[in-house]
């Protein structure tokens, strides 16, 4: 038996699983300012993916890479689900919203 997409599929959904409650923090602390440092990560990763010939270490990357590039997305998206009440507002940051 061959555990590659499984095992490819599993660090798949972690990421993913991890990228949400740093997207959720980030916009709390810091608002969108930091989408600039999701883009150099998700970029920096991408590319490092095509350069590495582990499989588990290629996939991995990749998906984290593509991860922070979605979150830039999400990160617009949960200041939009703060200003709606579905989220938490951070007191110190009221005049940003």
Do not use: D
Request: include cysteine.
């Amino acid at each position: 038996m061959y555990f590659t997409g499984i095992i490819i599929a599993a660090m798949t959904f972690l990421t993913i699983g991890i990228w949400h409650p740093i997207v959720i923090k980030t916009e709390y602390y810091w608002g969108t300012r930091p989408w600039i440092v999701y883009l150099l990560v998700g970029v920096c990763c991408c590319i490092a993916a095509l350069f590495i010939e582990n499989i588990y270490l290629s996939s991995f990357l990749g998906v984290f890479g593509a991860s922070a590039i979605w979150g830039i997305g999400e990160l617009f998206s949960q200041k939009k689900r703060v200003q709606k009440g579905w989220f938490p507002m951070n007191p110190k940051r009221k005049h940003t919203y």
